[in-house]
């Protein structure tokens, strides 16, 4: 291991739920640690705020003492005060003079940047994002907008990946027929901002004409008014947070995935749905555009619009022969241009350039 670049990662425990631990996973998985010296840090873990200030102090501290001897730092950062608490990693790297990769994933980061901080904090995380050697950005447009408050030349769009190996774009008739367009399946945090308001208005007045139909929401609760509002829904059913086999199981079993968020970065479960033949029903949020063209890998529709979002759902449910159509192609886009197994061999490269400048 002694000629491989070393680079200590920060982001979310490995264990957290969500997207960024998700795709940290996912690089674990493709064999990123068997290319480079990989060490990873999580800066916050779920629980009280205590624990959160313990946890993000402790791993500081880590940080601090391990970050001289590595030669690259890739920090993994999202928006508001996930940004916030890498900036002091940041500023530590760049102390010690290490290369720094600033891995933005935040969905609402444009939100929080230019309508909840002072100037003065504008100013710090603009300082922040300069101090980047390598920014990676999951879509053209975050380019685009972040090519605006820091460097455009070193910004590099990076999307999520997820793992293809097994999968092949020829055997979808297979994995289609399985399927039952009845069963809707959610993925993530259950919240509004993720559009469950909708979602669950929409399935009930399409369950009031179509009994059979089912909605399977896998996630954490996020606000609690939401365990009352789906353990009373006669279709819906809670799936707590479920990874691995279950994940896939569900992903198979279910012909329809949607997601009508309010904002995104680049959904991994989207992918992922995408990857197993589900015909997906998702708003025009972030980062989904550059993944599905609307009426060719899927149906999107505005947020926050529980009609049009019921009327998607509805021709997903009952078109199977244009909902083939959409899984066919999603799977092939996923396939050509969302393998994990690809994004590693390009992140090791992105490490290797900045160790040579």
């Known amino acids: ?46 629980g009280s705020k205590v624990k959160k200030l313990f946890v993000a102090i402790g791993a500081y501290l880590e940080f601090a003492s ?30 010690h003079g290490k290369k720094v990769v ?16 002072s100037d003065k904090r504008r100013s710090y995380f603009r300082e ?43 055997n979808i008739d297979v994995t289609f027929e399985k399927k039952d367009l009845n ?3 959610f993925l993530g945090r259950i919240c509004a901002d993720k559009g469950i308001d909708e979602l669950i208005k929409a399935v009930s007045e399409l369950h009031d004409t179509n009994p059979r139909i089912r909605l399977y929401l896998g996630g954490i609760y996020e606000e609690e008014r939401y365990k009352r509002i789906i353990e009373e829904c006669p ?22 995935y949607v997601l009508p968020s309010y904002y995104e970065g680049l959904p991994v479960s989207i992918l992922e749905a995408m990857l197993h033949g589900c015909v997906v029903v998702s708003t025009k949020v972030g980062g989904i555009p550059e993944i599905i063209n609307n009426g060719k890998e899927g149906y999107l529709v505005e947020p926050k619009d529980a009609d049009v979002l019921r009327e998607a759902i509805k ?26 197994e690809k994004s590693v061999v390009s992140l090791v ?8 400048q």
């Open 1 to 46: 291991m002694g000629d491989k670049i070393k680079v200590l990662m920060v982001g979310p425990d490995r264990s957290v739920h969500g997207g960024i631990s998700a795709m940290v996973n996912s690089y674990y998985e493709a064999g990123l640690g068997n290319e480079v010296d990989l060490k990873y840090i999580g800066t916050m873990r779920e």
């Open 235 to 256: 279709f819906a059913e809670y799936l707590g947070w479920i990874s691995g086999k279950e994940k896939d199981r569900y992903l198979e079993e279910c012909g329809v």
């Open 66 to 95: 391990l970050v001289s001897s590595f030669d690259v730092v890739h920090v993994n950062a999202a928006s508001d005060r996930s940004f916030m608490r890498k900036s002091y990693f940041i500023r530590c790297a760049k102390r």
């Open 102 to 117: 600033l891995h933005q994933h935040g969905g609402d980061f444009k939100n929080y940047y230019e309508n909840q901080i």
């Open 183 to 185: 069963k809707l399946l």
């Open 349 to 356: 490269r992105i490490y290797k350039d900045l160790v040579t």
């Open 128 to 170: 922040i994002l300069d101090m980047a050697d390598v920014m990676l950005v999951l879509t053209s447009s975050w380019k685009e907008y972040f090519g605006k408050l820091t460097r455009a030349d070193k910004i590099i769009v990076f999307p999520n990946g997820v793992k293809t190996a097994g999968y092949e774009a020829d």
């Open 315 to 340: 021709k997903a449910v009952e078109d199977k022969a244009f909902g083939k159509e959409l899984a066919t192609n999603a799977r092939k886009r996923v396939l050509e241009q969302f393998s994990i």
